[in-house]
């Protein structure tokens, strides 16, 4: 794997600050398991890992969500 690579810019108000540029390689993927990611869980326990935490996101009130998922104020 490539390193990262850092370049200087000038960002307003501060002057000059190092960058991380990302690195990727190009173009899209291809074949027939593209999208199929759910096959990537290879035992039973990490899909019921998965499954929990899906029921957690979509089944709990706001009043129990921590951390980056609870809104700063309410909708």
């Known amino acids: 794997m490539e390193e990262y690579r850092v370049e200087e810019r000038e960002a307003p108000?501060?002057?000059k600050v190092k960058v991380l540029?990302?690195?990727?390689?190009?173009?899209r993927p291809e074949g027939?398991?593209?999208?199929?990611?759910?096959?990537?869980l290879a035992?039973?326990?990490e899909i019921l890992n998965y499954l929990r935490?899906?029921?957690?996101?979509?089944?709990?009130?706001?009043?129990?969500?921590?951390?980056?998922?609870?809104?700063r104020t309410p909708a």
């Open 43 to 45: 035992s039973r326990e």
């Open 13 to 15: 108000g501060r002057g």
């Open 21 to 27: 540029i990302p690195i990727y390689e190009p173009g």
């Open 53 to 71: 935490t899906a029921e957690r996101y979509w089944h709990t009130p706001p009043s129990e969500w921590y951390g980056s998922e609870k809104r």
């Open 32 to 40: 027939e398991e593209v999208g199929k990611w759910t096959r990537k």
